[in-house]
């Protein structure tokens, strides 16, 4: 927790998908259980290892996974389930994503949920999802939601992809953001990032 809360200087290095899922996964399970929630993972053994910040990386997914948490509380979803998964996206890219089996985004807000300051929440400063796609961004990835799950209706689905790793590049610097936290966890502004 202490790396979240740090500023300045942050290390990008190659990552195994999943190792990062397991980490963020470890962060929301104790919130994960107390809301009756499971969470599933689906990641293949055999998926490159990705470039970035391990501790951002962590934290967009936790952000999406305590989003969906929360938002399956608000509706009193009866079956509370999250898939955690990543997969290859070509040669050059790893798709992570976090599927909810809550209500769904309705389709007037579904445009608007990266925007900085929009939030659904009567408590919500509207940063986490903003803050994250930014992350992403950064990263050279990207990051976007769509609605419903395996073809049936209800539920959402957040995902974000990743370059591979490839040969060492220099780091470029980006300003530190101002670090806050949401819900008691902390979300991470800017850092270093290789492209």
Not at 119 to 127: F, I
């Amino acid at each position: 927790m202490r790396s979240f809360a740090r500023r300045g200087e942050l290390s990008t290095t190659p990552m195994k998908p999943h190792d990062c899922i397991a980490d963020a996964v470890t962060l929301v399970e104790h919130e994960a259980c107390r809301q009756k929630t499971r969470i599933a993972i689906d990641v293949p053994a055999h998926l490159p290892p990705v470039i970035g910040d391990r501790t951002q990386i962590q934290q967009v997914i936790v952000n999406i996974a305590y989003n969906a948490i929360q938002a399956m509380q608000a509706a009193k979803s009866p079956e509370r389930r999250i898939a955690i998964a990543a997969a290859a996206d070509g040669a050059d890219a790893v798709t992570f994503t976090v599927t909810d089996s809550g209500p769904g985004i309705p389709d007037d807000v579904l445009p608007r949920i990266f925007d900085p300051f929009f939030s659904t929440k009567q408590e919500g400063m509207g940063l986490g999802l903003s803050i994250c796609k930014t992350i992403v961004e950064e990263h050279g990835g990207r990051l976007w939601a769509t609605n419903g799950r395996d073809g049936a209706p209800g539920g959402a689905s957040l995902s974000f992809s990743l370059p591979v790793a490839g040969p060492a590049q220099p780091a470029k610097w980006y300003p530190p953001a101002v670090v806050s936290l949401r819900q008691g966890w902390p979300v991470i502004g800017r850092g270093p990032v290789r492209s």
